[in-house]
């Protein structure tokens, strides 16, 4: 009998405990905080999004962090064997937009008591509040793991222990310290899906205004880099929401490299400047009794009118009979190219995931196994590995811990 031990109680670490319990290795998870699955019952608003029912193509596609090295895992551990793991351990699951797997009943902590009921199950040895000091190695391969003065032999390690996003679960960057003395190299530790900060004051009268239905195009010293539709929302910071959200990777690595980033909103994507020109001219003539700022109350938010205003250097109590064309043109632009300077993200304590992580490079594909330590795996964010909102992270997590789980107990 195998003895494995799994550093981290999260997605991914509990995933490889299962797995590699069930073919019969003896396996310990050591968890350093006091709560197993504490990330997984905070995602998805608390709902836990498991995963994304589309094909392995689509789950690629949307992990733009280095995804094309798990298409060995993903074609081990799809996303339907995700949910019929799921559903076998009890978990009802439901299938939303844009292919969203959720538990039934809206609750992350069924999957996370799920997951530990199944490692009972299996006789996988739960430990909490112990932090690993060190992962022994002789002649290149795992022997054991030290905590505090305690040493535990086994035959192989998964590393498992998470980014350094939401530190409050525990992931706190640990893993890559721990790579790192093993000789592994770690590529640049970046917030991914995270907020944006901008430079425009503006934007704290805006808190709060959520919108619909926008293109917001992201760029670089004015070359268009992304561009995303839908929804996002303003913050006494700066912006967020979903579609800020999957352009804030790109953001953080432009910013690493000391470029210029603006974003611009285009707040009628559906409309082109000559409708939406003659939208403005219909409000217009519709409120021609009024001033400026009550005459868009039909095309924008209010908050938003005195602002684009401003920026159409428009005063906004001038009376609209006294608006002139080249002002109406200016107002034209503003809708269709409002921007915003951002000044940097907002800390990687408040990312959803870590970009960067250990080297793809150093670690077997098929298998997690490093390249360089024999009995040496690794599973979940601790891997240089991302994705976008949707399912997609977690995905990535339990194909890694299946693979991890399944070829440390070989």
Request: aromatic share 6%.
């Amino acid at each position: 009998m195998k003895k494995i031990i799994v550093i981290g109680g999260g997605a991914a670490g509990m995933m490889a405990a299962i797995q590699a319990a069930k073919i019969g290795s003896k396996v310990l998870l050591f968890e350093k905080t006091n709560n197993i699955g504490k990330k997984l019952s905070i995602t998805g608003k608390g709902r836990c999004n498991i995963t994304n029912a589309s094909e392995i193509p689509e789950i690629i596609k949307n992990i733009p962090g280095n995804g094309k090295f798990l298409n060995s895992v993903l074609h081990g551990f799809n996303s339907k064997d995700a949910i019929n793991f799921f559903e076998s351990i009890g978990v009802k699951t439901k299938i939303e937009r844009g292919n969203r797997v959720f538990p039934a009943s809206d609750k992350a902590i069924e999957v996370v008591n799920a997951l530990i009921n199944e490692m009972i199950k299996y006789g996988v040895e739960i430990h909490k509040n112990k932090k690993i000091t060190d992962i022994l190695v002789t002649d290149g391969k795992i022997t054991g793991i030290k905590i505090s003065k305690e040493v535990k032999q086994c035959d192989a390690v998964i590393l498992a222990v998470g980014g350094s996003s939401y530190p409050t679960t525990g992931s706190t960057g640990d893993g890559f310290l721990i790579a790192k003395k093993l000789g592994h190299t770690i590529s640049e530790i970046l917030p991914a899906l995270v907020p944006l900060e901008t430079e425009e004051n503006f934007v704290k009268d805006l808190q709060g205004l959520s919108l619909k239905n926008v293109k917001v195009t992201l760029l670089s010293d004015n070359k268009k880099i992304a561009e995303e539709f839908g929804e996002m929302l303003f913050t006494h910071f700066g912006v967020s929401g979903p579609i800020i959200l999957t352009l804030s990777r790109k953001v953080a690595f432009l910013l690493s490299d000391k470029k210029h980033v603006e974003l611009s909103i285009n707040f009628k994507p559906a409309l082109t400047p000559e409708k939406v020109a003659a939208r403005i001219l219909r409000d217009f003539e519709k409120y021609k009794r009024k001033s400026a700022n009550n005459a868009l109350v039909d095309l924008l938010p209010s908050a938003l009118i005195p602002i684009v205003l401003d920026l159409a250097y428009i005063d906004e109590t001038k009376h609209i009979d006294s608006v002139t064309q080249v002002e109406r043109r200016r107002l034209v632009e503003i809708i269709r190219d409002f921007r915003l300077t951002v000044t940097k993200t907002r800390p990687i304590e408040e990312a959803i995931v870590t970009a960067g992580g250990v080297s793809v490079k150093e670690i077997n594909p098929k298998t997690m196994e490093s390249k360089l330590i024999k009995g040496l795996f690794f599973a979940g964010e601790v891997v240089d590995i991302d994705g976008f909102t949707g399912g997609f992270n977690l995905q990535a997590a339990f194909a890694m811990g299946n693979a991890a789980g399944k070829f440390a107990s070989i």
